[in-house]
């Protein structure tokens, strides 16, 4: 039974306990909710707000009897990724190497000054290359600040 509707957050009663529960963010701002009911039923459900207390779901309710089904289905249609390595692959780098590339700066916490000096040399209309060499900073780094200050 699929539904869609919208409510108030302080409308919503919980009719079953859940044995299990899981939530995550997806990558367009929903949440998704995978819950295993009391009752035996799996629920997934995708939430959308829509304003403050105001949320637009669709639920997807499936019978315990063919749970196992819609992970076989699933797993066929999207095959399981290959497990990951055990041990993380090892860096090709090191904060050495980063340094002496784009100075002693790298990777240090930037302090007050620095944000004024940024904020005053980016209105002046310095490159982000520019940005970089003065600071000793990747080019990442200074888009990156720039974007923190709305620059």
Do not use: C
Not at 37 to 61: A, M, P, V
Not at 68 to 83: E, G, I, K, M
């Amino acid at each position: 039974m699929m539904s869609n509707y919208t409510y108030k957050l302080s409308e919503m009663a919980r009719n079953y306990k859940d044995l299990w529960s899981f939530n995550d963010k997806t990558p367009n701002g929903m949440r998704i909710f995978v819950d295993l009911k009391s009752s035996g039923k799996l629920k997934i459900t995708l939430s959308k707000q829509l304003g403050k207390g105001l949320f637009e779901r669709d639920e997807l309710f499936i019978p315990e009897n063919n749970i196992a089904v819609l992970r076989d289905t699933l797993n066929t249609v999207f095959p399981p990724s290959q497990p990951m390595a055990a041990t993380p692959a090892a860096k090709t780098y090191t904060l050495d190497d980063i340094r002496k590339q784009h100075g002693q700066s790298a990777y240090t916490p930037w302090t007050d000054a620095d944000d004024a000096d940024l904020k005053k040399l980016h209105g002046e209309g310095y490159s982000v290359e520019q940005l970089a060499a003065h600071f000793k900073r990747g080019e990442g780094a200074i888009r990156s600040r720039l974007k923190k200050f709305g620059l």
